[in-house]
């Protein structure tokens, strides 16, 4: 693929990312339906109320976290996978979870005729992150959360990162990047404003 979202234009230039990008195509990740958009720089849905996200923004949030190949990633929302599949293709090996049973059972069949055998996909609400394979380098959230989420903080590696947009349901949030310094300390950034759908409880 030929770079079909201008990518540098959106000032990407992580090279890693930019790879992935090169690796990996969208058309592969949306329904019948949606593939004559594919190649469009937006959002479109995948079902149940859902989206995958603009390609230029998962390329965005992917060069903030700055991943590196020996990381170890936790992804919450799958959605349709092709956020996994970027950082999969970066990192060490990345483990995700989705809460809506038909979005996992399609992205894990994807993973699985692609032959990403450093996925592992996890059915079940997010919220709780994933201490079996805690502490993690990189922590991704692809759904607006209205609070900061302490507990996924809690499974950062010393020196890890967390990208979330942090905001009210269906208004604008901002993408925020906690970091964990060597000492335990914490830093927070707030970065550019987006639109998720959002991080919903089990309950809800
Ligand atoms: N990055 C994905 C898009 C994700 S849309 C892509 O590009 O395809 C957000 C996803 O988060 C949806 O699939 C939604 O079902 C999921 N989600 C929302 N709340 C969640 C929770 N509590 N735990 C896990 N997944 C959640």
Redesign the pocket.
């Known amino acids: 693929m030929n770079d079909p979202y201008h990518l540098k234009h959106h000032g990407i230039s992580d090279s890693f990312v930019l790879k992935a990008f090169q690796n990996v195509d969208r058309i592969d ?1 949306v329904p019948d339906k949606m593939k004559s958009r594919v190649y469009a720089d937006s959002p479109l849905p ?1 079902g ?1 109320k ?4 603009q390609p230029s923004l ?1 390329a965005h949030m992917t060069q903030v976290l700055d991943i590196l190949p020996n990381h170890s990633i936790l992804e ?9 599949v970027i950082l999969a293709e970066i990192g060490r090996i990345v483990t995700s ?4 049973p038909a ?1 996992y059972e399609t992205a894990k069949r994807r993973f699985t005729t692609m032959k990403y055998d450093n996925i592992s996909i996890i059915l ?4 709780d992150g994933y201490p079996d394979c805690a502490p993690y380098d990189r922590i991704i959230v ?2 607006a959360s209205p609070e900061s989420p302490l507990t996924l903080i809690e499974q950062l590696s010393s020196g890890g990162k967390l990208l979330i947009p942090i905001g009210k349901n269906h208004g604008v949030q901002y993408l925020t990047l906690f970091e964990k310094a060597m000492d335990g300390t914490i830093s927070e950034e707030v970065g550019i404003g987006v639109r ?7 309950s809800s």
């Open positions: 990740f995948i149940f859902q989206t995958i996200s998962v919450i929302g799958t959605g349709s996978g092709f956020q996994t979870i989705e809460i809506i979005l079940g609400d997010g919220h692809t759904a998720f759908v959002p991080f919903v409880r089990k």
